[in-house]
C-alpha cells in the first residue's frame, strides 16, 4: 500500500517537473502557451478563431486542440492559423506527452504564442499541467452562474475565467456579477473577460491581455504594465 502512494507521488512529481521543463523550453523560444479549458460547447474553439483573427497579422500563432473524436474543432480553426487536431479517442483530457508529439505539427517556425484548446469537461483537464503558462477557463452563460464554486479545481487552478456567449445574457437566467463572487471563492486573485465571440464585445481587452501576459512573462522591455497573475495553474496535485 505505502509503495503505491509512493510510486503514484514520484509520478505526479516527475509529470510536473516535465510540465515545467516544457514550460521553460518554449519560453526560451519565446513562446507563451495559453490553454483553454471549459465543459463542452462553451465556446473555445469560437474564442480561438476569433483571437487567431485579430492577433495574426501581427504574431506568429499555433494552436493544439483536443477532442475524444474527429478533427472537427481543427478544420474550423484551420482557416485563422495552423492547427493540429489530438484526438484522445476516449481520454477525458490532454496530457504532455501527446502536446509535444503534436507541436511540431503547428510550429514550423517559432510561435509567439502556443493555444492548447483541451477537451471539453471540467473535471479531468484541471488535474493536469501541459506546461502552459496563462490557464483560462471559459464559462458561457447558458451553463448558469453557480458552476465556479460546483467545480472548484477547474476554477482554483485557473487564472483567468472569460465569462463567454454574453450576449445570451437577455435571454438566460444568468448573472454576471453572482459567477464573478462565486469564481473569487475559489481563486481568489481571477480576472475575468466576459464577452461574446459573436458579437466582438470584450475581444479586443481579451487579446490586448494575452498580448501584455505574453510581453511581461518573456520580459520584453516595451511590456505594458498589466495586472500581477497568480502563479502558474500548472502546479496542480491530485
Ligand atoms: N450566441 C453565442 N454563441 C456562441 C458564442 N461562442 C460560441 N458560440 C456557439 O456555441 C457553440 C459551441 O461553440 P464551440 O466554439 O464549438 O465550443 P467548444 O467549447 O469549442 O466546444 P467543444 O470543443 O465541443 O468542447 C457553437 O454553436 C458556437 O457557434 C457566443 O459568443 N455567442
Ligand atoms: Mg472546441
Sequence with gaps: MQQTIQ???DLREQRRADAARFREELQRQGTFIVRLLSSPGSG???LLQKTAERLRPRFAIGVL???VATERDAERLAPYAPAAQITTGGACHLELPLVRRALPQVAASRLDFLFIEDVGNLICPASHDLGEHLRVILLSTTE????PGKYPKAFRTSQVTVISKLDLL???PFSVQRAETDAR???ASMI???LSATTGEGLDAWCDFLVQQRSRTLGDPLALPSRE???PGGTVSG
Design 229 to 231: 497573475l497568480p502563479s
Design 65 to 67: 486542440v483536443g477532442d
Design 144 to 147: 448558469g452562474d453557480d458552476k
Design 170 to 172: 437577455p435571454h438566460v
Design 192 to 194: 475575468f473577460f466576459p
Design 7 to 9: 510510486v503514484q507521488q
Design 44 to 46: 473555445k474553439t469560437t
Design 185 to 187: 471563492q475559489v481563486q
